[in-house]
């Protein structure tokens, strides 16, 4: 337990540059199980040990985080070799780790020793269990059904860890219950805002993971009224956040993501900041002067006309012919997200210019700070650029999708999520409205010709904005497995996700022969790939747990139940 502790605080040294209070502290060696726990402060460097899984931000080093392209897959990039899911069940890793549950439970465990008030004891019990709810949904997430501990299990009762899977809307009951108890019991303010987890962050995850929950039960016909519960317990968590938490927008939509201090930026639950010569990432070199995957037709053409309307219905559409045309009088948010030129691969870069080429021609602007861009922070892995964890963006969108999930979204909804997106500073699209339980703008009903004939009209749009909102933020495969549509990843069913701009190769006289024109004509749409990523199967949905667990379970007496269509 001491190296544990060791190894703690050297790691909260290093992400929080120590500042001279907390070297103060009493030598390492004096430190032991047994007055470890006798202060607060020593609990919350306890606490820190968590944030590395939990918010990872833009990453570290080279290392990626969730944005961007992440460690994902999702249907908004156009990809020269289109990444797949899992194949063949790993004989090892893979995921299934119940570390973090352990560490948690061990976390509550010890702080019923701790010598601190009553009000104190309960904040950090709350903590402590946001932390196991945190690490049961990611399980539940990737695994579906897992056994529930509720305490650690001693070393020497090795045979109480083998233990058969739990139902997951058993499961995540408890999660529930966790995060309720966190939620009436964290702290409003705790540390310094915007970097530590509060009663805000409790609430803004409680939204975010009772969604994927409620939606998951629903739509893979698990349990309908585990759906419900989980699906009211999402909304209400927004709702109080919105509501109480104080949070609003005072920056424009791109300024939440490629800003140095995101400290002064009041939509921000939750950001990772990062410090030059500290702690930096790479993403800003990936969107400014490397090549880089670009966005797909696909998703390009989700954004709305500036009049509200999908691109097929409205008056203002100019067509794809060329960027300008494309980006004019669009959802600003697309000019926040996307550059305002092309770049295919081999194109001549103009001498000063930001952007490196891209497998599509459209390039990602959403991320890159041009004050940096050409100096060192701009071309490595030395970015400073602050990043978001969770905002209220997301809470607004979690809300609008739990309402209309629930039994449909009211007018008085939409004003309070979806319509204060579209408000922010710099925004320009006008209120969407409810008329007769379908989508209007401007006092007149609309249904994209587009829509999935399987989703209503409004919940269409409910989820158009969500991916416009949530662009490159790695949340899209979630998304799609949670509703279980990921056969939209599908890119023979679906051709525009192998689509990017449509260029006239006379007009880039340096284009690289690796860019392939559909049709082979000398114009038309890039087609990235040549070989396409089919979805044959509802497998991919859950990962396949490791054969050595399997066999491990086996070998105490337990069957460790394979996950459908993984079976061997």
């Known amino acids: ?63 990626w985080g969730a944005y961007f392209t992440g460690e994902t897959l999702n249907d908004e990039f156009g990809e020269t070799s289109p990444s797949q899911y899992p194949k063949v069940v790993p004989s090892t890793g893979g995921g299934w780790s119940f570390t973090n549950v352990r560490k948690a439970n061990i976390f509550l465990d010890r702080l019923q020793r701790a010598n601190m008030p009553d009000e104190a004891k309960e904040h950090w019990t709350g903590i402590a269990r946001f932390f196991r709810g ?24 090795e045979d109480s860890l083998y233990r058969p899977r739990d139902p997951r809307q058993e499961v995540m009951k408890h999660v529930l219950e966790d995060f309720q108890y966190a939620a009436d019991h964290v702290r409003e303010s705790d540390g310094q805002k915007g970097l530590t987890v509060n009663k805000w962050v409790v609430l803004a995850f409680m939204s975010k993971v009772f969604l994927f929950e409620g939606t998951w039960e629903k739509y893979h016909n698990v349990d309908q009224a585990a759906a419900k519960t989980f699906l009211e317990a999402a909304k209400w968590a927004a709702a109080e956040l919105i509501n109480k938490g104080g949070f609003s927008f005072n920056y424009t939509y791109r300024e ?54 999908p691109i097929e219905l409205s008056d203002e559409y100019e067509g794809d012919k060329g960027i300008g045309h494309v980006m004019a009088h669009r959802d600003s948010r697309m000019a926040g ?11 001549d870069r103009p001498a000063g210019t930001f952007f490196g080429a891209s497998s599509t021609g459209y390039a990602t602007l959403k991320f890159l700070n041009e004050e940096i861009m050409n100096d060192g922070r701009g071309l490595s892995n030395v970015n400073p650029t602050d990043a978001p964890i969770i905002r209220l963006g997301e809470v607004l969108l979690n809300y609008a ?23 922010r500073p710099g925004g320009n699209l006008p209120p969407l409205q409810v008329i007769g339980g379908q989508p209007a703008v401007n006092g007149k009903v609309y249904d994209d010709p587009k829509r999935d004939p399987t989703v209503s009209s409004m919940l269409w749009e409910i989820r158009r ?15 799609l497995r949670r509703w279980k549509k990921l056969d939209y990843m ?17 007009d880039y006289p340096h284009l690289s022969a690796s860019v392939i024109i559909e049709g082979g004509g000398n114009e038309g749409y890039i087609k990235p790939a040549s070989v396409l990523r089919v979805i044959d199967n509802d497998r991919i949905y859950l990962l396949p747990l490791p054969l050595d667990q399997i066999q491990l379970y086996k070998d105490h007496g337990v069957t460790l139940a394979q996950n459908p269509g993984w079976e061997e």
């Open 490 to 506: 599908d890119m023979v069913k679906h051709p525009d996700l192998n689509r990017g701009a449509w260029i006239k190769k006379s």
């Open 1 to 63: 337990m001491q190296r544990i502790i060791i190894f703690l605080i050297s790691a909260v040294c290093l992400f929080s540059s120590c500042k001279k209070g907390f070297l103060d502290k009493p030598p390492l060696d004096q430190l032991t199980d047994d007055n470890f726990w006798s202060n607060e402060s020593n609990v919350r460097t306890f606490s820190y040990g968590f944030y590395p899984t939990y918010f990872t931000g833009y990453g570290a080093g080279w290392v």
């Open 337 to 347: 997200t996307f550059a305002p030129d092309l770049r295919p691969v081999g194109y």
């Open 401 to 423: 999708e739990a309402a209309q999930e629930l039994g449909g979204v009211t007018q008085a909804d939409l004003d309070m999520s979806i319509n204060k997106l579209r408000s």
């Open 134 to 157: 945190m690490a049961y949904y990611l399980l539940v997430e990737r695994f579906g059904d897992v056994p529930w501990y509720d305490k650690a299990v001693p070393s020497e009762q």
């Open 465 to 479: 904005e969500r991916r416009v909102e949530m662009s490159m933020e790695g949340v899209r495969d979630d998304d």
């Open 256 to 309: 939440s993501f490629n800003a140095l201090d995101l400290s002064s930026n009041n939509e921000m639950i939750l950001y990772k900041q990062y410090e030059s010569g500290q702690v930096t990432h790479t993403l800003v070199s990936y969107v400014n002067r490397e090549g880089q995957t670009g966005p797909n037709k696909d998703v390009i053409d989700d954004y709305l006309c500036a009049d509200g309307k």
